[in-house]
């Protein structure tokens, strides 16, 4: 029975996530940011991801973060033509596996 629940509720679910998906990154876009440009900075994880990736990656995720903050404050979005971008590259994927491995190895000893 639960089972069958769990399927019914993917089911009618998983177009609402779809949908989500697509209001989130048009938003991003919106104001030019990155899905890891939100990740909260005080993780630990993220902390130490960020502290190892090169020095123009984090200036051009801070210039993102204060001109997302600019816009939002002046209430305007960026112009069309620079809002053609994937919203999901990654900058922080391997960095942020591999704080994530190290802190669990820490908590394991």
Request: hydrophobic content about 40%.
């Amino acid at each position: 029975m639960a089972t069958r629940m769990l399927a019914v509720l993917t089911k009618v679910l998983s177009p609402l996530r779809a949908l989500n998906n697509h209001i989130v990154n048009k938003d991003l876009r919106k104001l030019g940011l990155l899905k890891e440009d939100l990740y909260n900075d005080s993780v630990p994880e993220i902390e130490t991801a960020l502290s190892r990736i090169s020095e123009a990656e984090r200036q051009a995720r801070n210039m993102r973060l204060l001109r997302a903050a600019d816009l939002q404050s002046k209430h305007q979005y960026l112009p069309k033509e620079l809002q053609n971008y994937d919203v999901d590259r990654s900058y922080l994927g391997e960095q942020l596996k591999l704080a994530q491995r190290e802190i669990e190895d820490r908590a394991r000893f």
